[in-house]
């Protein structure tokens, strides 16, 4: 009995010492306490993303895991770029694409909504960098888009939606429908349906305005498009439509005349800017096939208040003064105003009340465009002066 007491204690013995033991190795490895830093978030970040030019409060919504902001923009607002303003932290900088600090109030640029791929860098006050893409979406009107050229009768509010129409290169067209929207962000896709070609840059719009049953876009057709005919289709706004069918076509061009009180010498260069961006089509032209360039002095044409210079000799009259084309496009040609005699130099009043003007300038096309030679499409100002060659 006494020898399993004995043995009882020399366990606790032992179990007492190897406690100590542990505890004391505990306090030497714990003598210096390891204090782990705090990894703060950098401050690169945007906090508020809102638009300033829209008549509603437009916030964009940000992702900073995803680094975009995307801002939705209500169909019937009538913007065609966003002007932000953007909240930072204080101590954050917001960067442009050369690394210099752009100036918060007033220095952010305008965002035109057609962009894709825009950027903003704002660097943190640790000097960490964070790139945000904008994305731009347009909450688009619950109604299918529905647009045409012309009305289904004179004087009506309907629109007809199936109608082709023949419009003039360089002119201006009108399309109705219910846009919802003043915005002039809309998009033409053109195909030649000869050729299958395909343009985004032939109908571009002009202007935008509202009514009480439609609204009216008007676009202006480009000068260096080709004839033929195309089918539109049309992106406003978030939605699409198919327009019917449109046929472009040269019209013969007419030309400015030359300002009043305009005055040329022998050597000059004179331009003649083609007439366009007209809603009549008659008025509207293109200059294609040009072969060559005059000038030519008609004496009638300066009877009932026109008068000339009393040296003019009088067998100038009815010549035709070929005048050396520089360059010419679409939209204008440059041409030398012709050698004169002496007797030319003066003043000049021209009249307005006869069929051929005191001076005209006359235009010759190639056989393929069908507009002949001889075509007399510009004139002087009411006073034209000639001086001595420089």
């Known amino acids: 009995m006494n020898t399993m007491k004995q043995s009882v204690n020399r366990s606790r013995q032992y179990y007492v010492l190897a406690t100590m033991v542990m505890i004391f190795t505990s306090v030497l ?30 916030f964009g919504a940000i992702d900073n ?45 305008p965002v035109p909504l057609d962009t894709t791929g825009y950027t903003y860098t704002v660097s943190g006050s640790d000097s960490t960098k964070r790139k945000y893409t904008l994305v731009l ?39 109705y429908g219910n846009l919802g929207s003043t ?9 030649n349906r000869t050729t299958g070609q395909v343009y985004t840059d032939i109908l571009k719009t002009y202007e935008v305005t509202p009514g009480a049953n439609y609204y009216t876009m008007m676009l202006d057709i480009s000068a260096d498009a080709d004839s033929g005919y195309y089918n539109v289709k049309m992106e406003h706004q978030g939605r699409t439509a198919q327009l019917p069918p449109i046929r472009l076509v040269y019209n013969k061009p007419k030309f400015t005349n030359l300002k009043s009180t305009s005055v ?29 360039v005059y000038m030519k002095f008609v004496k009638s044409g300066f009877n009932f208040g026109g008068s000339y210079p009393a040296t003019f000799p009088d067998d100038l009259f009815g010549q035709q003064l070929g005048m050396k084309i520089i360059s010419s496009s679409r939209t204008e040609v440059k041409a030398v105003f012709p ?18 003007p005191g001076i005209g300038f006359y235009f010759d096309f190639k056989d393929e465009t069908g507009w002949g030679k001889d075509n007399m499409l510009a004139t002087i100002g009411r006073i034209f002066t000639i001086t001595a060659k420089k």
């Open 29 to 58: 490895s714990c003598k210096k306490t390891e204090v782990v830093p705090y990894e703060r978030t950098s401050n690169n970040t945007i906090l508020e993303y809102k638009v300033t030019n829209a008549a509603d409060t437009l």
């Open 65 to 109: 895991i995803r680094n975009t902001i995307t801002l939705y923009i209500p169909y019937y607002v009538g913007i065609d770029y966003v002007v932000p303003e953007i909240v930072i932290d204080k101590d954050a900088k917001l960067l442009d694409a050369a690394g210099n600090v752009i100036n918060l109030d007033g220095g952010i640029a």
């Open 137 to 175: 979406r347009i909450a688009p009107h619950p109604d299918s888009l529905k647009v045409g050229y012309v009305f289904t009768q004179p004087g009506s509010t309907e629109i007809d939606y199936d109608s082709s129409i023949r419009r003039a290169v360089y002119g201006r067209l009108p399309i």
């Open 183 to 191: 915005s002039a962000n809309a998009k033409f896709t053109l195909t």
């Open 264 to 292: 040329y010498a022998p050597g000059d260069t004179v331009t003649f800017a083609v007439q366009g961006r007209n809603t009549n089509d008659t008025q509207n032209g293109s200059l294609i096939g040009l072969d060559r």
């Open 339 to 356: 050698e004169l005699p002496a007797g030319a130099i003066g003043s000049y009043i021209y009249s307005f009340t006869i069929d051929y």
